[in-house]
């Protein structure tokens, strides 16, 4: 599969997201900002990352924490996993929220987040009188034990 990428001119010296290693999941989002943006305890930032994405019909892009960011910084995403759809054609960018203990600034070409792709089913809904028993039945929310 290949998906077309456009870069937007303030991003074009950051190249296209990328993978950190081969056996890697996601492709590291960067922060195409001209300024530093410095996010405040419990605040939140909207990041741009420099590009627009056509995905083919059945596919998203789920866009995730940076695993680092979050343990070192406190920092991860408002909604998480993010989606992005195929017939959206706007600029990527991240919501970050910033739940440590202190301000977090944010540099141009940082690794802000991840995109994953991924294959998605669109079924169709049936409405019915009941659904098929099971042993956990309705129990949500802990009904399973620890």
Do not use: K
Not at 24 to 29: E, F, P, Q, T
Not at 45 to 74: D, M, T
Request: hydrophobic letters at 45%; proline letters at 5%; aromatic letters at 6%.
């Amino acid at each position: 599969m290949s998906v077309q990428v456009r870069l937007l001119p303030h991003a074009a010296d950051l190249g296209l997201p990328a993978r950190a290693s081969a056996g890697a999941a996601g492709y590291d989002l960067r922060a195409a900002i001209v300024d530093d943006v410095v996010i405040l305890l419990g605040a939140r930032a909207l990041v741009p990352c420099g590009f627009c994405l056509a995905l083919p019909e059945g596919w998203e892009v789920q866009v995730r924490p940076r695993s680092g960011l979050a343990l070192r910084h406190g920092v991860t995403l408002t909604n998480s996993p993010g989606t992005i759809d195929a017939d959206y054609r706007g600029e990527v960018m991240v919501q970050l929220i910033n739940l440590g203990a202190e301000p977090f600034t944010v540099h141009r070409g940082d690794r802000v987040a991840q995109m994953i792709f991924a294959r998605f089913e669109a079924p169709e809904l049936l409405v019915v009188e009941a659904l098929d028993a099971t042993v956990r039945g309705e129990g949500g929310f802990g009904s399973t034990g620890r």
